[in-house]
């Protein structure tokens, strides 16, 4: 309200606005955090484009194999009160007996009785951005079970297609065409077979991280553990169980993380600047159109090399992306697309971005394919949490 | 009274209205009124009596049936009777509403429970009987040991005695006394042989257990105990709402308002995704938590637990107050909201991670809850209505805003559409915790200021009433806090001058939106009313809460009150105007009486303002010389009019929202005089007048008049 002028205040005293937070409490600076957070835009005007971390050397290249390739829901977790990582042997006990506890309640869980998992805490040494930032762990979910056959969850696996032009220098696109289907993604839903299943087989995996986190660490006292991130693969009534079991044993909560068109089209920029050694997906696009009765998807696939070759061109300064390179990269596509098909792709909703480094949907779901750029994903996804959080 | 105390006393009246007026005069809650179930309540309170009458001759029926059921009962069934099921059918439903609905007398739960487990019935019937076993108050521990002594004998099936501990763990705490069925803790430890019943005798243990109880050869036993079984079998689902209902008889009825001690658990049918059945967790203390921070926790350690006092304990407030320094607190920290005692703990506490969970709580539930925020799901209003209600009750208990509710309403006023809990929402901006107006402006103020000009009237009424709410929090904190200086980790450390400064730049910008909004409703009397509101809480800041700051209203408001069409309008602004001119004579005084020249002296701009108003009012309604002094017209353009005495026009007699009552005077005088002059009301008529007007109820007016105008002849001084 520009005409607002407060006119001359009556008792004209001393104090300047900064005069006002002299000695705040912990909850008042969070409150001013909070507050700069909002009078401002969400998200900082630049960013670093993904580098190959050095403290990711030392993650067991074993467990870093069980994180890629997965899809994981995005959820973010305010601070853990009381967690201590020598107790992790402790907690697995403790969430055993609480997921007999549920399971015997009867609720949550469709599956039968003879169902059971059994969880065991472990952490991911050197999964973090800073040596501030808390230790990674991971809680997996075994079956116990060997009478299990195959428990009713289809593990949907999202093979992209490979929409390679055989031509580099034209970007190669496709429109996946009316009502509903998309023809381009093929989404094989492959159920697992009963020989794969053996007692220890992984059902369930749940993991809990902190990259860069430094915004939130420096809030908070010791008694908090700041994993702001918390990525889940396996079925939602096992997360349920699991996650309450961490909601009152932390006081944490937990709150799903989506991902808005925004910040899609700023991990679409970063991942495409990032330098591959050889490709494995393409890039691809998909937006939704929301009108009756059935929703419209466009699907947008490019060569991923031709998407490097774009950013190259809008890219100005050195290992940074800003504001200005994401919204004029989004623009180079919207116009291209614009030009063949006379369809302003800007009046749409963005929902998923996949490239070679990682994939990601506005739903929360996020895939990484690429090891190299593990460290530099994750970065941004905390980023996100902290956002939700604060 | 001395000045002083007489502050207190205002101070304590305005705390102790505050709690319910901040629920009762929220014009917002107007709307809600429609629905069916409040005008059901407006209904009642209209025709208080014949409900009433039927409830008793209806509760009169119940009880003699009831004794009639018990008789029975107790008589064993008749053997020969023809129509013996319906009989028994008949009573037992007597029975089982009575006990749902208002509980069962002590006496009457001796007769029954040894009727169930007598055996003289049947199994289904002793099953129904048990279940129904839901006492008013309490039960006495007689009643109890005899039923124990029937499971000796032998008389009951496995299934009834299963229920039987069932019911006796769940009721455990409304027994009387526990004395002499601790002295049966060996045959109840004996009871565990039995499968069945051991996860319920194991529960029982549990609550009976002392320390003189536990015995080698027992934790022996209760280890081999351990390896089978680790989990107690839930025995109060079956009872549960009863159990509530017990509670909250017992509880009386209570200062503190009931419905936060009736936590919404099993109000809530909707089964959430994750978080079971509730927005907020249920109570429960932390030695989960403590204990896994130990390597290794040993039994004894279990039971000696003496250190620390556990939440399930914790009954009364003189309770809280011994064992404050050794409370265990809940694992989850949202579930205060629902216990009214530890949000008096809460309140107190300086302990940061305390606040820091129960701050995280709140926020992310009320992000997640928001049916706005996030996604638009509408379908879930109530429940997100219910848990605003919830919070916005534990602020008015502890008369203090959350900062949790300040950072949500940064994140989701821009996006809020004006309606949606519109109530509530309001209610959350007038518990802001009090902080710098400049910097809550640009976030909260300017996205509310879009609603109110873009909204109804009844709109900008709501959002004028909260935001008086506001001030009037505001300056209790404020103070409250220049009186107990002495904490030093007040959440603001400000300056007199820095918070006196950030209130009256509130005031006037609520004055803004107030003079904006009057053009905009061209006048509207009603809106009107609503900022008068606000204005008499601001006339009396000085005196009221002994604060350094007056601030008067802008020209836009006090002339449109002037000249307004309506006698309450006008009655309200001498009221105000005699308020501000107290409060600024006894800032004169306290000025005169220090000598020093204090930081808070005030400009004699606002000495000339106010000055400047009162020659205004003064000359309208009381010396007819109107447009003189205060407000100017070109006696040219008065011409123009065409009114030939405009002089007198406005004053006391003559101004239209007067001149009925001049009318209604004469009429009074001579009723059977044709035509009325109201010129005539002058010189002893004049007086006459006066105390006319005021035994009419003006007393605004007559406050005004005795403060500011010396009879007869009128002059103005301030």
């Given at each position: 309200m520009d005409s607002y002028n407060a006119p001359e205040s009556?008792?004209?005293?001393?104090?300047?606005?900064?005069?006002?937070?002299?000695?705040?409490?912990p909850l008042q600076k969070r409150l001013e955090s909070v507050r700069k957070q909002s009078s401002f835009i969400p998200t900082p005007p630049r960013r670093k484009i993904p580098q190959c971390s050095q403290l990711q050397e030392d993650v067991d290249p074993q467990k870093v194999a069980l994180l890629l390739h997965k899809q994981w829901t995005l959820y973010s977790l305010t601070p853990?009160?009381?967690?201590?990582?020598?107790?992790?042997?402790?907690y697995s006990r403790l969430l055993n007996a609480f997921i007999v506890a549920e399971k015997q309640k009867g609720l949550a869980v469709e599956v039968g009785e003879d169902f059971n998992i059994k969880v065991i805490f472990s952490t991911l040494l050197g999964m973090k951005g800073t040596q501030r930032d808390p230790e990674a762990f991971l809680v997996q979910g075994l079956i116990l079970s060997p009478r299990l056959e195959y428990s009713g969850t289809i593990l949907v696996d999202c093979n992209l297609c490979l929409l390679g032009s055989s031509d580099p220098s034209t970007l190669a696109f496709q429109v996946a065409g009316t009502a509903g289907a998309c023809h381009h993604t093929r989404i094989v839903s492959k159920s697992q077979l009963p020989s794969e299943n053996r007692e220890g087989k992984v059902l369930w995996t749940g993991w809990f991280c902190c990259i860069f986190g430094d915004s939130l660490l420096e809030t908070v006292s010791e008694d908090f553990t700041c994993l702001p991130l918390f990525l889940a693969n396996g079925a939602e009534s096992n997360t349920a169980i699991?996650?309450?079991?961490?909601?009152?044993?932390f006081d944490c909560y937990f709150s799903p993380l989506a991902i808005n068109a925004f910040n899609l089209s700023w991990m679409a920029a970063m991942w495409t600047a990032c330098k591959m050694d050889h490709y494995v997906a393409t890039t691809e696009f998909l937006w939704s159109v929301p009108c009756s009765p059935q929703s419209l998807d466009i699907s947008f696939a490019i060569h991923p090399e031709d998407a490097k070759a774009l950013w190259?061109?809008?890219?100005?300064?050195?290992?940074?992306?800003?504001?200005?390179?994401?919204?004029?990269?989004?623009?180079?596509?919207?116009?291209?697309?614009?030009?063949?098909?006379?369809?302003?792709?800007?009046?749409?909703?963005?929902?998923?971005?996949?490239?070679?480094?990682?994939?990601?949907?506005?739903d929360g779901k996020i895939k990484i394919l690429c090891h190299k750029y593990l460290i530099g994903v994750l970065a941004y996804l905390t980023e996100l949490a902290i956002f939700q959080i604060e | 009274m001395s000045p002083q105390k007489r502050f207190k006393n205002v101070q304590a009246q305005n705390r102790t209205s505050q709690g319910s007026s901040s629920f009762q005069t929220t014009l917002s809650a107007w709307k809600v009124k429609q629905d069916p179930s409040n005008s059901k309540n407006i209904s009642k309170h209209g025709q208080n009596n014949p409900v009433g009458d039927y409830e008793h001759a209806d509760d009169q029926a119940e009880e003699d049936a009831l004794q009639m059921a018990v008789g029975y009962f107790e008589k064993g069934p008749i053997k020969a009777s023809q129509n013996k099921d319906k009989t028994l059918e008949k009573h037992l439903k007597t029975v089982e509403n009575v006990a749902w609905k208002n509980g069962l007398a002590?006496?009457?739960?001796?007769?029954?429970?040894?009727?169930?487990?007598?055996?003289?019935?049947?199994?289904?019937?002793?099953?129904?009987?048990?279940?129904?076993?839901?006492?008013?108050?309490?039960?006495?521990?007689?009643?109890v040991v005899k039923a124990v002594s029937w499971l000796c004998v032998g008389k009951c099936s496995g299934s009834t005695k299963v229920l039987f501990y069932r019911w006796l763990v769940a009721m455990f705490d409304f027994i009387d006394r526990k004395e002499q069925i601790n002295l049966l803790y060996g045959f109840f430890f004996a009871?565990?042989?039995?499968?069945?019943?051991?996860?319920?005798?194991?529960?029982?243990?549990?609550?009976?257990?002392?320390?003189?109880?536990?015995?080698?050869?027992?934790?022996?036993?209760?280890?081999?105990?351990?390896?089978?079984?680790?989990?107690?079998?839930?025995s109060e689902n079956l009872w549960k709402t009863a159990l509530l209902a017990v509670k909250q008889r017992n509880r009386g009825p209570s200062p503190e308002p009931l419905k936060l001690m009736l936590g919404p658990a099993n109000v809530r049918p909707l089964k959430r995704k994750w978080n079971s059945l509730s927005v907020i967790p249920v109570l429960n203390s932390s030695s989960y938590t403590k204990e896994c921070g130990k390597k290794e926790m040993s039994l004894s350690d279990c039971l000696n637990r003496s250190g620390s006092f556990p939440l399930e304990q914790l009954q009364s407030f003189p309770q809280l107050l011994q064992n404050i320094h050794c409370l265990e607190l809940p694992s989850q920290m949202g579930s205060v909201l629902n216990n009214s005692l530890l949000l008096h703990y809460i309140n107190c506490v300086r302990d940061e991670p305390v606040l820091l969970r129960f701050y995280y709580w709140l926020s992310q539930t009320l992000q997640e809850e928001c049916i706005w925020y996030k996604v638009n799901n509408y379908e879930h209003g109530k429940e997100f209505t219910n848990f605003l209600d919830t919070i916005i009750r534990a602020e008015c208990f502890?008369?203090?805003?959350?900062?949790?509710?300040?950072?949500?309403?940064?994140?989701?006023?821009?996006?809020?559409?004006?309606?949606?809990?519109?109530?509530?929402?309001?209610?959350?901006?007038?518990?802001?915790?009090?902080?710098s107006f400049s910097e809550v402006k640009p976030l909260l103020f300017d996205h509310l200021a879009q609603l109110f000009f873009t909204s109804t009237i009844y709109f900008?009424?709501?959002?004028?009433?909260?935001?008086?709410?506001?001030?009037?929090?505001?300056?209790?904190?404020?103070?409250?806090?220049?009186?107990?200086?002495?904490?030093?980790?007040?959440?603001?450390?400000?300056?007199?001058?820095?918070?006196?400064?950030?209130?009256?730049?509130?005031?006037?910008?609520?004055?803004?939106?107030?003079t904006t909004a009057m053009r905009l409703e061209s006048n509207s009397t009603f809106l009107l009313h609503f900022i008068l509101d606000f204005y008499e809480k601001v006339c009396d800041i000085y005196i009221n809460y002994n604060l350094p700051l007056v601030v008067l209203f802008p020209p836009g408001i006090f002339y449109s009150a002037l000249l307004s069409l309506d006698t309450s309008i006008l009655n309200q602004l001498c009221f105000i105007m005699h308020r501000y001119r107290k409060n600024l004579t006894a800032a004169k005084k306290n000025e005169l009486v220090q000598k020093t020249k204090s930081e808070f002296n005030f400009s004699s701009k606002t000495y000339q303002e106010f000055n400047h108003y009162l020659t205004s009012m003064v000359g309208c309604l009381w010396t007819s010389k109107p447009f003189g002094k205060g407000i100017y017209v070109d006696p040219e353009i008065l011409e123009k009019t065409g009114v030939a005495e405009y002089k007198n026009s406005l004053n006391v007699v003559h101004h239209p929202s007067f001149l009925s009552y001049a009318v209604s005077f004469l009429l009074q005088e001579s009723p059977e005089e044709r035509t009325v002059n109201v010129s005539s009301i002058r010189g002893k008529k004049w007086s006459w007048y006066l105390d006319y007007l005021f035994s009419q109820g003006l007393q605004g007016l007559k406050l005004f008049i005795r403060s500011s105008v010396h009879h007869p002849f009128p002059e103005q001084r301030a």
């Open positions: 009556t008792p004209s005293a001393s104090s300047r606005p900064e005069d006002y937070f002299i000695g705040a409490t853990l009160y009381k967690f201590s990582y020598s107790n992790l042997k402790e699991i996650g309450t079991w961490f909601q009152k044993t190259d061109s809008v890219h100005k300064t050195p290992g940074e992306v800003t504001q200005e390179e994401v919204d004029l990269f989004m623009d180079c596509l919207y116009s291209h697309f614009h030009r063949h098909f006379k369809i302003h792709l800007s009046a749409t909703r963005l929902v998923r971005v996949s490239t070679s480094v990682a994939s990601a949907h506005t | 002590s006496e009457e739960i001796d007769i029954l429970l040894n009727i169930a487990l007598s055996g003289k019935f049947g199994n289904a019937v002793n099953t129904r009987i048990l279940k129904c076993i839901i006492p008013a108050t309490v039960i006495s521990e007689d009643s009871s565990l042989q039995d499968d069945a019943l051991c996860p319920y005798v194991c529960h029982l243990l549990y609550l009976l257990t002392k320390k003189e109880n536990v015995k080698p050869f027992r934790v022996r036993k209760l280890l081999d105990l351990q390896a089978k079984m680790i989990y107690f079998k839930n502890l008369q203090e805003g959350f900062y949790s509710c300040e950072a949500f309403l940064y994140k989701s006023l821009p996006l809020w559409d004006g309606l949606c809990c519109r109530s509530q929402f309001l209610q959350l901006v007038s518990w802001i915790p009090f902080s900008k009424c709501s959002v004028l009433q909260s935001l008086k709410e506001l001030l009037q929090n505001w300056l209790l904190w404020l103070s409250m806090d220049i009186h107990m200086k002495p904490v030093t980790n007040s959440p603001l450390e400000t300056t007199l001058g820095g918070s006196m400064n950030s209130v009256s730049k509130l005031i006037h910008y609520v004055g803004w939106l107030s």
